[in-house]
């Protein structure tokens, strides 16, 4: 448990640096190189779906297939947040993280197009492939496994880490069998599951679909594909202030703002993705196409922070079985749309977003009468054996306290 640490004692602590000081705080690094990590995990999936554009069709299923290893690095990553990230500080080191996968969505596949056009199809993977090799180097280099095996790191950084985590982090036994028996549990899978299914579909075959229905070119498939993932980046932030500010006034219960936020933004998906279905003009459906994902935002800040909500000290666990199943859809459904779509003919995309309302639909029947916002009864923390997280509470705001 973190002691009182004075303005004397913290002097010029990393500990006490703002965070716009991200240099002088090795956690702040580590969040970082995982924001480049993960944009550059789907600047590789992206630069496939735009490639393939400019291909033959008898190579792209091929290509396809080589964005499934990438499905460990969500789990890979909960791994490192449980060594680096302090209970009070993991939601948003996380989320800053992971919005590196929407950052990467919109600039790599516009990028990727000007790139196919100008220079050719190959300059896409060299040139990201080039990309990956140097964020690879920079993470071997600069990231250890925890803050004990970083010699840059200072003391009092490192004292902060381990007294936040010691006590939360040890002695804690999980209840797979639980796990795996809880509906709510079950409830927040299928929901990360439905949202990545649209979401992994239009990533990698939205470039295809406006090619092949709407008659863009190359280029212009590049910059419009990026339209639905800068909605969902901007439409995440929104729908997290609004979630708290519920929740804060007492509007309505935590179960309720998660079901209705989800469940609510499944059903809009699922009306967009079958309006994009029946209009397929240029217009109509890129609109319908960027809203359907936009709105995704509201389920995806739901359904990350609900292991939080019904599992505390089981988040990060849950968190990375959850995202083991949402990496499903980014290896069935290319495979899917690969049978489907023979002869590139409207109605055969038709199909593609059938099936991605469907699952939509069947996400927001199953979290409505499974998910919850209460800690869950095999998740209770007894006190004798865990910090009570008013107790660190309190204890983080000494730590800072100048």
Known sequence: MLGKLTRDEAGDSNVDAPCWKFWR?????????????????????????????????????????GTKLEGVSFPSMHDVWAHWAPPLERSRLASFAYSGCYLGTVIVMPLSGVLAHNIGWPAVFYVFGVVGLLWFAAWWVLVKRGPQYDRCIDARELKYIQDSLGTSQENIVHPWKKFFTSGSVWAAIVANVSENWGFLTLITQLPLFMKDVLQFDVQEAGFLSALPYLAVAITLQVAGVLADWILSRKMLSITNVRKIFICGAFICQCTFMLLAAFLLTPSGAITCLTLAVGLGAFATSGFFVNYLDIAPQHASVLLGIGNTFGSLPG?????????????????????????????????ALFYGLFGSGEVQSWAKIRHEETVNEDTLQGCSNKAYEK
């Open 331 to 363: 290896i069935i459904s290319p495979t899917i749309t690969g049978f489907i779509v023979q002869n590139k003919m409207a109605h055969e995309w038709q199909i593609i977003f059938y099936i991605a309302s469907a699952i939509y639909l069947a996400g």
């Open 25 to 65: 705080q090795r956690r702040y690094i580590v969040t970082l190189m995982a924001h480049l990590g993960f944009f550059n995990v789907f600047a590789l999936r992206v630069n496939v779906s735009v490639g393939i554009v400019a291909m033959t069709s008898s190579t792209w299923r091929i290509l396809e297939n």
